[in-house]
């Protein structure tokens, strides 16, 4: 098939492998000068590094480099992903500086794509019969609409997202507020707090924090990136051991959750700085876990940072010809530049309206079965749509499903079920995160349930004892490489019979 991919991240970049490997004649649109995605140039803001230390945050087979630090930094991230590009040939099916501008169904035919130059402007058609999105969920910033922006800028402030700002002298000798208290506002505000006049970090609500290293020592993946870290959260349908967990030992889980809430307490020193949020540490897991930025607490211990918390900005404006922040707390501060962390939207600029209405809810979430499958749009697959703690896992499985769909190798569920299945996860969703589950792409803390579900289908998973290492270590995706090999052998046996392509094509 000739298929379109849009993006060139984690996601754009397995979708494009796996499905070359597979056969098809693939095409990627990258509207960045470079691959990456949310690690690209355009985009890192200074201070950016993962949250997966780097054994736990690679493709299956192509491992992060060795003399890369335990967590990389964003310029090291975006150059793995761009010799991963080049290792399996992909290069030349990458399109970069192009972005989409129109992707539309013309039935039978498949996709008509408008794409533009961002260097020449020049506009371009093409035609393909399936299309593959790999935009992100992360790759337009909400920046909150403040009342009298026109009058902060006028006298010269900046305001912009954690990912438009890129260059750590725009913040030198300035006075700065940084927006929001997840891990890119943290991590910004800890850079910023390093070079800038002032800094402070304006924070509606306190979220709780893991350190990298529990009490300095234990890394925290050996808690939080095993099967036994994800089964301390109730999953929608809870099985095995789960059950007593939630049932019968959840005096055990509490205990364990509520240790960690202790010892992070402690080691960030939260009770001294004022900052222990509301709630309980499970709350860490309603939408995202955050690693802990330990920069930003010695910066506030030192008093060279404030972290303004159950605070907001009320509005932006001038005085004396100065531009300023008005804060819900009664301050007027001055504010040369804000930089927000508040969020991003999950859009899909490029498909026409109509299809927009068909592939999400009435509250805007994707409707999409597995977080890939629409349920009534044809010759259109999602990739990197399930956020996760194993987001290169995550995606490249996904990218298998997505080949597997396409040889007519997965037996789905008839129309209704699988509608019916998508409402009650994304209901679920919904209430487990209080309203902050991405419009329906974040599945964290369920990383490896959600691979579980998408290789259970394809009917290629690790072995039980595998799956029974992983409750106790990191998941290490290397075990997952013979997932293509053993769907390969099986394209062999399909080839046998064209008309199942015919199938899944349409």
Same mark, same amino acid.
């Given at each position: 098939m000739k298929i379109a991919i849009i993006g060139a991240g984690f996601a754009g970049?397995?979708?494009?492998?796996?499905?070359?490997?597979?056969?098809?004649?693939?095409?990627?649109?990258?509207?960045?000068?470079?691959?990456?995605?949310?690690?690209?140039?355009?985009?890192?803001?200074?201070?950016?590094?993962?949250?997966?230390?780097?054994?736990?945050?690679?493709?299956?087979?192509?491992?992060?480099?060795?003399?890369?630090?335990?967590?990389?930094?964003?310029?090291?991230?975006?150059?793995?992903?761009?010799?991963?590009?080049?290792?399996?040939?992909?290069?030349?099916?990458?399109?970069?500086?192009?972005?989409?501008?129109?992707?539309?169904?013309?039935?039978?035919?498949?996709?008509?794509?408008?794409?533009?130059?961002?260097?020449?402007?020049?506009?371009?058609?093409?035609?393909f019969e399936h299309l593959v999105v790999a935009n992100g969920i992360f790759s337009e910033p909400f920046i909150p609409p403040y009342p009298g922006v026109d009058e902060f800028k006028a006298a010269g402030g900046r305001l912009c997202a954690t990912s438009e700002f890129n260059h750590i002298e725009e913040a030198r000798g300035k006075d700065v507020l940084v927006v929001g208290y997840g891990k890119s506002s943290c991590d910004v505000a800890a850079a910023i707090g390093e070079v800038a006049a002032s800094t402070k970090v304006i924070a509606r609500e306190l979220l709780w924090k893991m350190p990298r290293k529990i009490m300095?020592?234990?890394?925290?993946?050996?808690?939080?990136?095993?099967?036994?870290?994800?089964?301390?959260? +109730?999953?929608?349908?809870?099985?095995g051991f789960e059950r007593f967990l939630h049932g019968p030992g959840r005096g055990v889980r509490d205990s364990m959750i509520g240790s960690l809430q202790k010892v992070a307490t402690k080691q960030l020193k939260l009770d001294k700085l004022g900052l222990v949020p509301e709630g309980t540490f499970d709350r860490i897991a309603r939408s995202t876990v955050s690693l802990s930025t330990d920069e930003l607490y010695e910066q506030v211990i030192a008093g060279t940072t404030e972290v303004a918390r159950e605070c907001e900005i009320t509005s932006l404006g001038a005085r004396d010809g100065k531009p300023v922040a008005k804060l819900s707390d009664g301050r007027t501060v001055p504010a040369d530049l804000?930089?927000?962390?508040?969020?991003?939207?999950?859009?899909?600029?490029?498909?026409?309206?109509?299809?927009?209405?068909?592939?999400t809810d009435e509250r805007g979430n994707f409707e999409l079965y597995r977080q890939i499958l629409p349920l009534t749009v044809k010759r259109l697959h999602f990739c990197g749509y399930n956020s996760s703690f194993y987001s290169p896992l995550s995606a490249e499985v996904a990218a298998l499903w997505i080949a597997a769909?396409?040889?007519?190798?997965?037996?789905? +569920?008839?129309?209704?079920?699988?509608?019916?299945?998508?409402?009650?996860?994304?209901?679920?969703?919904?209430?487990?995160?209080?309203?902050?589950?991405?419009?329906?792409?974040?599945?964290?803390?369920?990383?490896?349930?959600?691979?579980?579900?998408?290789?259970?289908?394809?009917?290629?998973?690790?072995?039980?004892?595998?799956?029974?290492?992983?409750?106790?270590?990191?998941?290490?995706?290397?075990?997952?490489?013979?997932?293509?090999?053993?769907?390969?052998?099986?394209?062999?046996?399909?080839?046998?019979?064209?008309?199942?392509?015919?199938?899944?094509?349409?």
């Amino acid at each position: 098939m000739k298929i379109a991919i849009i993006g060139a991240g984690f996601a754009g970049l397995s979708a494009a492998k796996v499905l070359t490997q597979f056969g098809h004649d693939v095409t990627v649109f990258e509207k960045t000068p470079d691959v990456g995605g949310v690690w690209s140039a355009t985009r890192r803001y200074p201070g950016l590094r993962t949250q997966n230390n780097k054994d736990t945050y690679f493709l299956s087979d192509f491992p992060m480099p060795a003399e890369y630090p335990e967590w990389p930094t964003g310029e090291q991230v975006q150059r793995y992903l761009a010799a991963f590009a080049k290792h399996f040939d992909l290069e030349r099916r990458i399109h970069l500086n192009t972005e989409v501008l129109l992707a539309e169904p013309e039935g039978e035919k498949g996709w008509h794509i408008k794409a533009r130059s961002t260097r020449s402007g020049l506009e371009s058609d093409y035609q393909f019969e399936h299309l593959v999105v790999a935009n992100g969920i992360f790759s337009e910033p909400f920046i909150p609409p403040y009342p009298g922006v026109d009058e902060f800028k006028a006298a010269g402030g900046r305001l912009c997202a954690t990912s438009e700002f890129n260059h750590i002298e725009e913040a030198r000798g300035k006075d700065v507020l940084v927006v929001g208290y997840g891990k890119s506002s943290c991590d910004v505000a800890a850079a910023i707090g390093e070079v800038a006049a002032s800094t402070k970090v304006i924070a509606r609500e306190l979220l709780w924090k893991m350190p990298r290293k529990i009490m300095n020592v234990l890394n925290y993946k050996y808690l939080m990136l095993t099967r036994m870290g994800e089964a301390l959260f +109730p999953y929608i349908e809870v099985k095995g051991f789960e059950r007593f967990l939630h049932g019968p030992g959840r005096g055990v889980r509490d205990s364990m959750i509520g240790s960690l809430q202790k010892v992070a307490t402690k080691q960030l020193k939260l009770d001294k700085l004022g900052l222990v949020p509301e709630g309980t540490f499970d709350r860490i897991a309603r939408s995202t876990v955050s690693l802990s930025t330990d920069e930003l607490y010695e910066q506030v211990i030192a008093g060279t940072t404030e972290v303004a918390r159950e605070c907001e900005i009320t509005s932006l404006g001038a005085r004396d010809g100065k531009p300023v922040a008005k804060l819900s707390d009664g301050r007027t501060v001055p504010a040369d530049l804000v930089v927000c962390g508040t969020g991003f939207k999950q859009v899909v600029p490029f498909l026409p309206q109509s299809v927009q209405d068909e592939i999400t809810d009435e509250r805007g979430n994707f409707e999409l079965y597995r977080q890939i499958l629409p349920l009534t749009v044809k010759r259109l697959h999602f990739c990197g749509y399930n956020s996760s703690f194993y987001s290169p896992l995550s995606a490249e499985v996904a990218a298998l499903w997505i080949a597997a769909h396409l040889m007519g190798g997965l037996n789905l +569920p008839p129309l209704e079920e699988r509608r019916e299945h998508v409402r009650r996860r994304l209901k679920w969703m919904e209430e487990r995160t209080e309203g902050k589950h991405a419009r329906g792409t974040n599945i964290i803390p369920f990383s490896m349930h959600n691979v579980d579900e998408m290789l259970d289908e394809i009917g290629i998973n690790v072995g039980p004892f595998t799956r029974f290492k992983q409750w106790l270590l990191p998941v290490n995706a290397r075990n997952y490489r013979m997932v293509t090999h053993k769907l390969l052998e099986r394209q062999k046996k399909v080839q046998a019979n064209p008309a199942r392509f015919v199938k899944a094509a349409h």
